[in-house]
Structure formats: C-alpha cells, structure tokens
C-alpha cells in the first residue's frame, strides 16, 4: 500500500504510436524520492542514454507533483518539469507554480512521462476518464496565451493548460513552457519548451474531480492552521511587493546585475522599475498560485501611447533585473511589454536577459554592428532597442537573433574576438539575477548547481535575513566569508531539494523544517525526521551529479564565468569582493564525499542508498575493492 499523498498512477504518452498507458507508482519511489523533481532524476536517469541528444524522441520530458500538491497545505500548489536540458546537454529542471501540476493530480496522475515525437502538431488532453491525443495544426503557430485559449476552448473551460509558444516550435534552447495560460507560470530554464517542440506537442491540458488521499486531515488542518499567520507575517514583502520588491535591496546590497554584470550601482534606475514603484502604478492585483496565502504574483495594466495595452502577468524581479539593470532600462511599462512579449513566446526572461546585456556590449564593442540589426543601434538604456531585441529572439530575424537565442555561450563562441571575456554562464546556462560577488554561497552554489547556474538551493537567504537553527545556523552569516560556505551550499541544496520533491515553494523556508515534517506525517502517514529529510536531499544530489557525470561533466566544469571570478564591482554595498571559489569548491567536494574531479566517491554512493548506480563510475573512480552496501536512508553526508 502507498503512502498518503499519492495518486498511485503514472500516465506515459507514447507520441510517436500516439498511445498511452498507465503504470502504478512504486512505493520505493516514493520513500526514497518523495516527489517532482526527486522522480524526476530516478526516473529520467533510468531512461536516458546519457549521449542522447536532447531534441531526439528518445528524450522523455516528464512532469512530477508531490504528495502535498493537492492539499490545504500553503504554497503547495507547484509541480516540476525534467529532461536533458537543450541549452546545457546535462540535466534540466523546471520549478514552476500556478495550478497546472493540481489540475494533473486532480486528473489521478502524479507523473507524467511523455516520449516519442508526433508525425504532426498535438495537444493532449489529461481527465481521469483518459487521455486524449489531439490534431494542433490549427493551434501551432499561435503565441503561447492564444494557444492556451483555444485549447481551453476545445475541452474544458476550467482545464489548465502548459503551452509553448514560436520559440518553442523554433526548437530554441531557452524555449518555456507556459502553464495557466496569460497567468504566466513558467517552466523557464534549460530550454524544456523545446523538448516540448521536437515532440510537435503544442500543449498539455488537464482537469479532474479527484482527492488527495490524506491520512490524518483533521491533523493536517490543525498543523496548518498554527503556522499560517506565522507565513504571512514571515512573507509580508513578497505579499506586498512581489518577487519585484527585492529590486532596491538587491541594488544596495550589490547583488543587483547592472550592464552585463559589469556596473556597482544603479539607485535612481533601480527605485523607477521597482516592485515598489509597480504598486503606485501598474498594478492592478495579486495572483496566488493554487493554495498560496501570500500572493507574491503580479497583475498589471498598462495602457500608453508608447506602448499600446498590456493586461496580464507582471513582471518578476528577474525579469526586471534582465530586460532593466542589466541594459539600463529604468521604463517600467517598457519592462511590463517585453515580459508579455517574452511570455507569449515562451522565452525564458532569465536567459533572454543575460543575452540582452550581452548583446548590448557586443555591440558597444563592434562585435555586433547595424549591419546585423538592420540598422538598429543597440545602446544601453533604450527601451526601443531592449524591445526589439525581445521581439527578435522569439521571430529569429535578423539572423544574429536566431545566433543569441542560442544563449551566450554558443554566441560568443560564433562571435569569437574575445566576446568569451564577457559572456555570463555556467555550463551554457545564463545565470539567474543576483550575484556571487555579493552573496559568497553563491560562487559555490551556482558552480556546483546540477543544471547549470541556478539559485534554487537558495543558498543566499542565510546570508540574508533567515536563520535556520536546525541546520546549524540560529543567525545569518557573513555573506562575504569562505570559511563554510561549501558546507552551506550543501546543505541548502539537500534541505531546499526535498522541499522541491514535497513540491513546496522555497519561500516557506523561513518556518523551518519542523511544521514541514509534521506535514508530511499527516498527509503520508510515515514519520520522518530531519536526518532523513536530509538523506532524501542528499541521494537526489549525487544522482543528479551522477547523471551530469554520465554527461562528461567534471570540476573543469564547476566554475564561473571571468566577469563575475575577476572583475570586482567598482560602487555598492559588494565593492572590491570576490568569491574564492577554489577554496569553497575543495570544503563542498569533501564534504559531499566527492573526490578532487567532483566525481561522486563509490562509498559516498553506497551511503546514500545508490550502490547499485555506483556501477556507473567512470572506471578510473571505481574502488579496487567492493563497499559493503548500507541500507538505504542509513547514512548521510560526509563530515569534513
């Protein structure tokens, strides 16, 4: 018998047969991954050939909720989507909200796996009656909003769907998956809207009727109820101002990207774009994200001369960040355009921001020229020329748009002439908008992160406001030390990864783990404590290094790109640091158990219940000797 909190069902979709079946959820799986992400690298590294090309059919792209989706349970309401990333080759993750990943499991599904490709444009059509798999000529083409309104049209009002838009068609590596329609919910990095796009599968919709099967419901809404005022106290900023209030914060403290990551400060450009500002004028209302008390989403409405009509999502701190500072555009309703713009082409607004800054400098250096652009000049603070980029990158014309929307790494690679030097990535994934030179945990953590540079650990907020007692830390620390801070970022990716498999949103880790675990007994009914929390984490990660190994990655790998190594910020609240990244990389690989190429130590995979996959060691860190095998969930980190 499964534990509470599951479905019990996997829907695989063939696109290439055009059939589907169902398989019913091993209990394993779900003690020892719990959920989203966590069955996603299980699943995904079982299946996968690790030289499989990330466009080719034989990449499953494979959606995953958790055991608390479906529940009261706050910000629970998020699903995650997984494949072999495009952009990077190695592992890709989406961590996305909204209601779409309620609406698969209110279907009677808690994983979704969809192989092959179609001969032809299809949508599916996920009920607990079945599955349908639709003719989509009609709907290819159309933007990712207009498809979900046709697909809505087509099966259910209330179905929720997750489209992509010309990028995605376009087989783009920073293509998106857009879920819940003009409501904008992303499944942004890696490029999975272009898995999506090689499988000609337009959208996926999905309704139902059915419960989750709690355990101990009176339990659980007792449990919820001692902690909910606690969350909204805790989260009042993001309730007030958004994701878009951290624009301010983020500037003073020097964490705030300014012209390619190259600028100090920018407080005048700062306080006109941000979360603040937004409320004085183009707000128009909150979003939550299905069983959300907080309400950080935006709604806007802009209706000017200079840009027409836009009423929907509005845009995120990152978005602000990359189409903003990062290209000195202080136009807010600019800013609010480019992110329907980026939205309705299913862009990830991270990625397409670090091109805009590198393109605006490739360009300032006549490594890109008019002759490129017909004739647009792309100079720093031009709203014009940000929102004609953003429309180039979804239409890829001119052709140096199609050459950027390839991300940066492969650009500068094309462009050659030193544009290297200033190409922000790691592993071919554009960072998110905050800063290793102002938060040190973030050197480590975006070196060390399975799908290239990414703040999903959330490393920093330790660094920042939030104490975590029971991992160690009952204050914040120093953000600029090294000392640490590979222990740090070790643990958070752990402690924040079962989060991500419960499909929590990372901003309730300012409650701490223990109304989290008592959650988890009421809805399973298996009692759990931090240690194996932690162990979950901690077998999640070496898989995933595990895969990325597969993959050809190694410490030569786990760096960071010159500007943000090199080139300390001249103003602000991080002037003259950087991140001793040697130092902090040598404490997490040993701590992790791994060895000096960042291999995963036969033992340390053995400890953390994956001895069988130990087998997949290159030769050269396979033992002499065999290790006798712990029981899964026995150990847990190595101790430096």
Known sequence: ML?????????????????????????????????????????????????????????????????????????????????????????????????WGMALKAAGYDVLIVTGAADRPVYLWITEEGTGIRDAGHVWGLDAFEADEVIRRETHPKAVTGTIGVAGERLLPIAAIVFDGHDARMAGRGGLGAVMGAKRLKGIAAHGRCTNPIRDPAGLKQSIKAVAGDIVQRTMALKDFGTAGGVLPSNELGDLPIQNWRGGLWTEGAQRISGQRMTETILKRKYYCGSCIVGCGRVVEVDSTAYGKIAGAGPEYETLAGFGSMVLVDDLEALALANEMANRAGIDTISAGNIAGFAFEAFERGLITTADTDGRELRWGDANAMLWLVHALGTGEPEVSHLLAQGVRRAAAALGNGAEAFAVHVKGMEPPFHDPRAFSSLAVGYATSPNGASHWAATHVIEGKVALPELGYPSQVDRFATVGKGILTSKMQDYIGTFHTLRLCRFLIRIGAKPVLEWYRCVTGRDVDLDELMRVGARMSNLKRLFNVRCGIRRKDDTLPPRLLREPRSEGGAAGYLPDLETMLAEYYDYRGWDADGVPRHDTLVQVGLGHEAADLPSAHRPERPVKEVPSGAAGHQES
């Open 3 to 99: 534990p509470g909190g599951y479905m019990g069902k996997i829907l695989r979709v063939d696109l290439t047969t055009r059939r589907w079946t169902t398989d019913p959820l091993d209990r394993t799986l779900t003690e020892q991954y719990w959920g989203g992400h966590g069955f996603g690298i299980r699943l995904l590294y079982d299946m996968v050939d690790p030289a499989v090309d990330p466009l080719a059919p034989e990449n499953p792209l494979i959606f995953a909720v958790g055991p608390f989706v479906g529940t009261a349970i706050p910000l629970s309401g998020r699903h995650s989507v997984v494949a072999k990333s495009p952009l990077t080759g190695i592992w890709g993750e989406g961590d996305v909200g909204g209601k």
